[in-house]
């Protein structure tokens, strides 16, 4: 076995997975988890609108970090690769990051691409729900929507094509939603989601999708409201498989739930209440839009499946094909 840590830097969250991995042709599961931890940091606040990282969300991120960074000394991490993401990609003063985490974490950060991003989200996914079988079958639509983007994939075993939109549960509530869900804040938030899907479908053929697996922070959410949980319950969560019906309604009323109401779903952390709704109305949107093109393909689907496998299990998977990936620099 070889240790290995991964790091996830979203607009929102930064997440720590430390891990064994599985030695080829050894018998047993490729990742075994050792740790995960998951902090609400909010590094994008204000991205969107100024286009840089704000001081004191890059302090927040940076006491995180170097937590993380004792927790990987003390469990022995022999390998340890550091991916950001939307917030970072977006930032002007993303260098002082960059450095920062650098200086903290001993490792050169990667500030990932979205087709990267995609690709490393669909990885870790097949450890959740499972590599198909072999032969033809449906392929599977991975939606990861994060803080500042949101990720399509579509493919069986490996990506057959990715698109990363820049839309997500902080973006929308930063540009829409900040004064609450009003009809009018609703339609435009709305119309703004859906002119990017336009684009989206135009580099990813939905329409081919079989199945539809969503993943990350604002889908676990609806799921466990879908599933009428009173707190996370991972057991319950990871590979729950919901009719589409069901998803459209909890992320309806997620949308226009009440701070009252969110506050008290035992699953939804304090840092995402406030963006919640955002991630709600995305959500509803992506699943609106694969039903309709698959339903003109003639095979609609009719259920999601929420994967609590992601991106970071992608990133902690990427070290047994690379012990050193190549890093994006400033």
Known sequence: MTRVAAIDCGTNTIRLLVADLREPGADGPALNPVTRLNEIVRLGQGVDRTGRLDPEALERTMTVLRSYAA?????????????????????????????????????????????????????????????????????????????????????????????????????????????????????????????????????????????????????????????????????????????????????????HSTASERESWGYLRPGRRDVIAAGALVWSEVIGRVVEETAAAGHPVTSTVTSLTDILDGIALSLADDPAPEQTRD
């Open 71 to 255: 927790t990987v000394r003390e469990l022995g991490a022999e390998r340890t690769r550091f991916v950001a993401t939307s917030a970072t990609r977006d930032a002007e003063n993303r260098a002082d990051f960059v450095d920062g985490v650098r200086e903290v974490l001993g490792v050169e950060p990667e500030v990932v691409t979205g087709e990267e991003e995609a690709r490393l989200s669909f990885a870790g996914t097949l450890l959740g729900v499972g590599e198909p079988d072999d032969g033809p079958g449906p392929e599977r639509l991975v939606v990861d929507l994060g803080g500042g983007s949101t990720e399509l994939v579509l493919g069986r075993r490996v990506p057959e094509a990715a698109y990363s939109m820049n839309t997500g549960s902080v973006r929308v509530t930063e540009r829409h939603l900040a004064d609450g869900v009003t009809p009018e804040a609703e339609r435009a938030a709305r119309d703004d989601v859906r002119f990017l899907l336009d684009t989206a479908c135009e580099r990813v053929p939905v329409a081919r999708a079989g199945e539809l697996i969503g993943l990350a922070g604002t889908i676990t959410t609806i799921t466990a409201h879908a599933l009428g949980l009173t707190a996370f319950d991972p057991e319950a969560l990871d590979g729950a498989r919901l009719s589409i019906d069901e998803v459209l309604a909890s992320c309806d009323a997620v949308l």
